[in-house]
């Protein structure tokens, strides 16, 4: 279902949006870098969780992605002549530290050394990811992100990083979407590690919540010239219908989709009068924690993709509440079974631009998966293009009407491997065949590179013009 009527009222430009508005891409390192084995790194439980059967879509795994870990130069090159100067990427933790503490792997510092210094030759500015889900294989032996030594661990991790690419790099992510991970990994099992239940959930919450400030802390001590974020994943929440039930389903959902991982870090503490079994955390904190998961974000990063529908539920414990999926309510969606619902990243921006305490946001991830036909050398995926389109536009919204919106990143370059659905939902402004790797840009990648062709002020042109491209 394609809106054209909608494509050919796009007219914005990215100086409406601000003069140093960011506009970049986002990516993560095991959906795109493969060489899972080498150059002494490490097993990540990303590795290990592809490897049972039934767990993936087809049985398929990360092992070579996209080859980033060898294309990456023609991939910064690629994302050059798109005029895209901002990249966001996440270091994988076992290929620095293979056994997730102890030794590094100077082989694996070298690689994010060269990827750092290729961006940066290119013009291009990385945005560093520290933990986009792929915790090293030996950490989760030990228990993973329910063993309160995880705070130790990643202390280890964050001072390697900073120390090694700290001076290059001005613009860090603590976490990716801890939601996500804790959830669908440690709750769900549907993700790595594949661990169920509340007793695995609840301790998992807690210390990533604690290893989200102090990530920010050790950062903003180490590279006390960046910026600093992480980012949460967030949808508008709306209750199926006006019932007190259902509205309170909502309430429920909206706590622990949207508000479970920021509100301890501004001081608010755990959303547990939404969620009464919150306080199982009690357990496993300590007197000082609630001062320990505080921290002054320079900026947080918001990741949008679509809104939920709920209702009230007596068969799901605990949350009393159940998502009414878009596939049975006749809606638009993606490919992922997401409702195409612009309106909902408006809704998240007034959101969290409502919490005292934030002071910018940045969208670092928006994008959708749709079935992409290469034909004749050519994707055109107009669904893509006005997807992008109609969020940018209620960014634009919310931007005009005061929301501290500075930055977006569309998810992602190229196609990838999307976690358990493998490699069917493409998410790419550029194709990827993955028998061949080749690369090819779609007309939403086309679209976007004219778009951002258009950011040039003078000042711009002038470094343009001396700007030699790199080969
Ligand atoms: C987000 C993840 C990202 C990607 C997109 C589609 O939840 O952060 O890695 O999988 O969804």
Redesign the pocket.
């Known amino acids: 279902m394609t809106d054209t009527s909608e494509q050919s009222t796009f007219d914005l430009q990215p100086k409406d949006f601000g003069e140093d508005f960011i506009w970049g891409v986002s990516t ?1 390192a095991y ?1 795109i870098e493969g060489a899972h084995q080498k150059h002494g790194k490490g097993k990540s439980i990303w590795d290990e969780f592809v490897t049972k059967k039934g767990t993936i879509f087809q049985d398929q795994h990360g092992q070579i992605a996209c080859d980033f870990y060898n294309k990456y130069r023609d991939d910064i090159l690629l994302m050059k002549s798109m005029n895209i100067d901002h990249f966001r990427f996440s270091l994988s933790w076992s290929r620095i530290l293979p056994d997730g503490t102890g030794k590094v792997n100077q082989n694996g510092v070298a690689f994010y050394n060269d990827v750092i210094n290729f961006c940066l030759k290119c013009g291009i500015t990385p945005w560093v990811t520290l933990y ?1 889900w792929d915790l090293p294989q030996k950490l989760e032996e030990l228990g993973g992100w329910t063993n309160r030594q995880i705070l130790d661990w990643f202390e280890d991790y964050v001072k390697i990083c900073a120390n090694n690419f700290g001076d290059r790099v001005k613009h860090w992510m603590v976490l ?2 801890p939601m ?1 991970f804790t959830g669908a990994g440690y709750f769900l099992g549907v993700h790595a590690p594949g661990k169920k239940g509340l007793k695995n959930f609840i301790p998992a919450i807690h210390h990533a919540v604690l290893c989200q400030a102090l990530g920010g802390k050790l950062l903003r001590k180490m590279v006390p010239d960046s910026t600093i974020g992480t980012t949460f ?1 967030c949808s508008q929440i709306t209750a199926r219908s006006g019932s007190k039930k259902d509205l309170k389903a909502a309430d429920k959902a909206d706590a622990l989709l949207n508000r479970l991982f920021i509100e301890p870090s501004l001081g608010l503490g755990y959303p547990d009068e939404s969620i009464p079994v919150l306080r199982k955390i009690k357990k496993y904190e300590r007197p000082e924690d609630a001062q320990n998961s505080i921290f002054e974000f320079d900026f947080i990063g918001i ?1 949008n ?1 679509t809104r939920e529908v709920v209702r009230h539920s007596y068969t799901v414990p605990y949350l009393r509440a159940k998502i009414v999926k878009a596939p049975e309510r006749n809606v638009q969606t993606t490919l992922m079974d997401w409702e195409v619902y612009p309106p909902s990243i408006y809704e998240m921006l007034k959101k969290f631009n409502g919490y005292k305490g934030v002071k910018k946001i940045l969208i670092t ?1 928006n994008g959708a998966a749709f079935e992409d036909l290469l034909e004749e050398g050519k994707i055109d995926d107009l669904e893509r293009t006005s997807y992008l389109q109609n969020y940018l536009k209620q960014v634009y919204k919310a931007s005009s009407e005061g929301v501290k919106v500075s930055g977006y990143f569309v ?1 992602t370059f190229t196609d990838n491997f ?2 358990a659905e493998g490699y069917y939902p493409r ?1 790419g402004l550029v194709h990827i065949d993955f028998e061949t790797l080749k690369r090819t840009i779609k007309a939403s990648g086309k679209w976007y590179r004219s778009f951002l062709g258009k950011k040039v002020s003078s000042k711009n042109i002038e470094a343009k013009k001396t700007d030699v491209p790199i080969g």
């Open positions: 993560a959906q986009h990716n979407e996500v994943s990741q993709y991830e998810w999307e976690w998410f």
